[in-house]
């Protein structure tokens, strides 16, 4: 079964940094793309960026709101994917999922995590 | 970025009745050298994630009933529950996957009559 556990979410100030993680567990991590994608209060999917598998390269792709302050990485020894936060704004409140891209072609999201929440306030 | 546009904003059916939702991209996601449609539907239920239903416009994830179906080509798009049922009940997006940023539509909430 796989199954994706994210963490680090939590209450930030304006201006602050966060790390979320997912813990990937199920399938060989090291062979897929993956990908987060955020959900602000009420409100719709945003995709944040993807990070691709070693063998095409392990670039990043981001959503243009997420340039520059966003930046994914992955640990292939211990099957994590990461996300960091920086220069945190109210507007990064929503809850942040982790999820795996199906192929390199097929672009789509197919094993999610339960997502955590990431509050951005003073 | 290709914005992605979803019609109704809601929708409400009675139970067995046929559910349709429209989407509307505003560049063609109709690739011309694989004649392939990059488009994907999602089911988001309440306080859970959201899952893949369909992908290639029509194709099916596996486990997914054969009451939802994809349609459509080049720009619009529509995806159909041929006989509501009652665990149905969720919001569903389209999305599509042509071009970086991976856009989706703003949601469809559906609701049982």
């Known amino acids: 079964e796989v199954q994706l556990v994210e963490s680090g979410g939590g209450l930030v100030k304006p201006g602050g940094s966060l790390r979320l993680s997912c813990v990937v567990s199920g399938l060989t991590f090291s062979n897929v793309w993956m990908t987060w994608v955020r959900q602000g209060p009420g409100k719709g999917l945003e995709w944040v960026g993807h990070?691709?598998?070693?063998?095409?390269?392990?670039?990043?792709d981001y959503g243009a709101p997420m340039k520059g302050r966003f930046t994914i990485s992955r640990d292939d020894s211990i099957n994590t994917l990461y996300l960091q936060i920086n220069s945190l704004k109210t507007e990064d409140t929503a809850v942040y999922y982790c999820?795996?891209?199906?192929?390199?072609?097929?672009?789509?999201?197919?094993?999610w995590g339960q997502g955590t929440l990431v509050i951005v306030s003073s | 970025d290709i914005v992605m546009t979803q019609s109704p904003d809601s929708l409400a059916v009675s139970l067995g009745e046929r559910a349709t939702i429209n989407c509307n991209s505003s560049?063609?996601?109709?690739?011309?050298?694989?004649?392939?449609?990059?488009l994907a539907w999602y089911q988001q239920k309440p306080g859970q994630a959201p899952e893949v239903l369909i992908y290639w416009a029509s194709t099916r994830e596996s486990g997914v009933p054969d009451r939802f179906s994809g349609s459509g080509s080049g720009t619009d798009f529509t995806l159909t529950i041929s006989s509501l049922q009652a665990e149905d009940v969720a919001v569903y997006y389209c999305?599509?996957?042509?071009?970086?940023?991976?856009?989706f539509g703003q949601g469809t909430k559906l609701e049982i009559k």
């Open positions: 999305q599509q996957y042509y071009s970086s940023p991976y856009t």
């Open positions: 560049q063609n996601i109709l690739y011309s050298s694989n004649n392939m449609n990059y």
């Open positions: 990070i691709k598998n070693k063998n095409d390269a392990g670039t990043t």
């Open positions: 999820a795996t891209v199906k192929t390199h072609s097929v672009r789509v999201f197919d094993y």
